[in-house]
């Protein structure tokens, strides 16, 4: 299993990026896939999640109405649009992945929000 996140950077608040992460290594289409995110002294908590199949989304009430998480099984690859962002919104994004039991995770990408 192998999860490559990109799209990360430093923007000033209000801005937006789009993270990216490309998996390989398991049946993409038959996955759950969820964004995560640490700051830091902070423990790692959860952003937003799409399901298989329905494509059916769920996200932090922190994110809600300014994040989109979307996925493309064709290229394997989930997306993380942010929008309106906030200098809370900085920390570490990782692609996590269930596989056999086990959370499987990428090596993260930084995201920075200037005040």
């Known amino acids: 299993v192998q999860l490559v996140e990109s799209g990360g950077g430093l923007v000033q608040s209000g801005g937006s990026l789009r993270l990216s992460c490309a998996a390989s290594g398991f049946i993409f289409a038959w996955a759950d896939m969820s964004w995560y995110r640490q700051a830091p002294g902070k423990e790692r908590e959860l952003v937003a999640t799409?399901?298989?199949?329905?494509?059916?989304?769920q996200y932090a009430d922190f994110v809600m109405g300014r994040f989109t998480v979307s996925r493309n099984d064709a290229d394997s690859t989930v997306f993380l649009q942010m929008n309106s962002l906030k200098p809370e919104d900085t920390a570490v994004y990782y692609c996590?992945?269930?596989?056999?039991?086990?959370?499987?995770w990428g090596q993260g990408t930084q995201v920075t929000v200037s005040s």
């Open positions: 799409i399901r298989s199949g329905s494509g059916k989304t």
């Open positions: 996590e992945v269930p596989v056999a039991g086990r959370s499987r």
